[in-house]
């Protein structure tokens, strides 16, 4: 998910959902509002274009931009819900699929898998586990943007973690998404939040 191109800020997203309407298909996709503003004022203002994973190569993207349509949006669990319509004819070139939401939430230490969209450049999956989780957890973003987030998943993940990865998946060993990244603190400890709140 990419902001006004020129200002280059973006994040990962996750498709939850998918119809087939005419000639293109609607997917909807959830990412982390910070990825599209610093509040409500700017993210409705914001002009949103998303690219998705394409067969061909692994982990390149699209060259082509989609826009998106603003769905609604959440500040106190720090997410968006995003509707884009892809011409049917692109679709087949691109690696889409839907996220199953699991009903349970993680346990402790449980594996998982935290996925993202790292700098722009690399998609990345890396192996973690749910650490603890904290209640209204209250802060400021680097930028001084202050949030309280409902509730918070703190999980330590190896490999690469940091800048685009906000809005990508964290799941389970099924595959289900268990939660939303929003945040790296560190190198290794990703906050989420629960995809079942979303």
């Known amino acids: 998910v990419r902001n006004n191109l020129q200002e280059l800020t973006s994040g990962t997203g996750v498709i939850v ?3 087939s309407k005419n000639d293109k298909e609607v997917f909807y996709v959830i990412t982390a509002a910070h ?7 700017t993210l409705k203002g914001v002009d949103v274009r998303v690219v998705f ?4 190569t692994f982990a390149t993207v699209s060259s082509s ?20 319509e892809v011409p049917k004819s692109d679709v087949d070139s691109l690696e889409v699929e839907v996220a199953a939401i699991s009903q349970e939430m993680p346990k402790s230490l449980e594996e998982s898998w935290v996925s993202g969209f ?22 400021s973003a680097n930028d001084g943007t ?13 490999g690469i973690n940091g800048t685009g990865m906000s809005g990508g998946g964290v799941f389970n060993t099924k595959g289900e998404l268990i939660g ?13 939040i629960p995809a079942l709140l979303i």
């Open 180 to 192: 939303m990244a929003w945040a790296v603190k560190g190198d290794n400890i990703v906050s989420a």
């Open 65 to 84: 931009y989609y826009p998106a349509q603003l769905l609604f949006f959440n500040w106190f669990f720090e997410y968006v819900f995003l509707k884009v």
């Open 118 to 139: 790292y700098r722009r450049r690399y998609l990345v999956a890396n192996k973690a586990y749910l650490s603890h989780m904290t209640i209204n957890e209250t802060g």
């Open 17 to 19: 959902g998918r119809e």
């Open 35 to 41: 990825v599209l503003g610093k509040d409500e004022k």
């Open 146 to 158: 202050p949030f309280i987030i409902g509730v918070d998943l703190h999980f330590i993940a190896s």
């Open 53 to 56: 994973p394409t067969k061909e």
